[in-house]
């Protein structure tokens, strides 16, 4: 593809397409060098009084796994204006809304795919958005219902299962949440993120040795890496010392390059390795500033109860009352007990 682009620089569709391949490969691997491949291949077009409604969704995109959520919305609403059907933009968008924990207009997003992309990935976005939004047993259900759906589509089965693991776990069915987990995996086995969803379940129930059997060859990954770290700090393993210090290493080398898109994972280190609740909360209220997914509700209150911060934790607990949002492991927190 990189050859291809190199011999017509100005064809479009070959900018597209290698710009597609380096976003595949970053969200896979999470490794956020192939995101930043992506940004110049498609830059000569960005610079264009009216960019191709392809190409903001890619800059969309690379914005997103970046966490600079602003600029990516504002990227797909250009997007829409000049393709009102376009099914990426309409998606990444409710993805991002999502994210930021506005779940009104993600479900108003989600509900345009109906016209864009069919009832199968319409009903799939909105089940995730209700599932955050009070509708957790209800939502859980619909994805279920959808399994039969997805035989034809290895990518989209995996993605829903993931989701239903997710869901398992925050309705405190452990061992749904396994089954859900391990069938994405066996669909997609280098999912990174699929592989961290499963390791955090496996350190729920202190299944340390599972964690560092998962992710053994995954130190590359950041956000792998740090699971290890726990699961070693934890089990006292010969190579925690080297994770937890690798980990930290290359977070400090990411701040000084400007990169700022892992405060939850940081936060969750400095609590549960480095053990140092105040940090960790300084790092967590930051991050809840920018997102406001089920991981970041759980390492904030998790750091709050551990700094002994009340005002903090009610900060939390407030948004969700408002929001309906259910996790067990917050239940089993408000009653004193171990998530």
Request: charged residues 20%; neutral net charge.
């Amino acid at each position: 593809m990189r050859q291809r682009l190199l011999a017509s620089p100005s064809d479009l569709t070959a900018a597209v397409q290698l710009a597609t391949a380096y976003l595949k490969i970053g969200r896979e691997t999470a490794d956020p060098r192939f995101t930043s491949y992506a940004q110049p291949t498609i830059a000569p077009w960005l610079k264009s009084p009216t960019p191709p409604a392809e190409v903001l969704v890619l800059s969309a995109t690379a914005l997103q796994s970046t966490h600079q959520f602003d600029a990516s919305l504002a990227a797909l609403d250009q997007a829409l204006q000049a393709d009102p059907s376009n099914a990426q933009a309409w998606l990444t968008k409710a993805t991002v809304l999502q994210v930021r924990g506005k779940f009104a207009e993600a479900r108003e997003a989600c509900g345009n795919l109906l016209r864009s992309a069919g009832q199968l990935v319409a009903v799939s976005c909105i089940a995730n958005v209700n599932g955050l939004n009070g509708r957790l047993q209800q939502s859980y259900q619909s994805l279920e219902r959808l399994i039969p759906m997805t035989a034809q589509s290895p990518d989209l089965r995996s993605w829903i299962e993931g989701q239903l693991g997710e869901m398992a776990t925050r309705l405190g069915d452990l061992a749904a949440a396994e089954r859900h987990f391990l069938t994405a995996l066996k669909a997609t086995p280098g999912d990174v993120y699929l592989k961290a969803a499963y390791a955090d379940l496996l350190l729920a129930q202190n299944r340390h040795a599972e964690v560092i059997s998962l992710l053994d060859a995954n130190e590359q990954q950041d956000v792998l890496l740090l699971r290890l770290a726990i699961a070693g700090k934890r089990s006292q393993h010969p190579s925690s010392r080297r994770w937890t210090d690798t980990f930290d290493a290359r977070y400090q080398a990411a701040q000084r390059a400007g990169d700022t898109s892992h405060l939850r994972e940081y936060a969750r280190f400095l609590l549960e390795v480095r053990g140092d609740a105040k940090a960790a909360l300084d790092v967590a209220r930051k991050n809840w500033q920018i997102q406001r997914e089920p991981a970041d509700v759980l390492v904030y209150l998790n750091a709050a109860r551990a700094a002994q911060s009340p005002d903090a934790a009610a900060e939390v607990l407030a948004w969700i009352r408002e929001t309906g949002y259910e996790d067990r492991a917050i239940a089993a927190l408000q009653a004193g007990a171990t998530p």
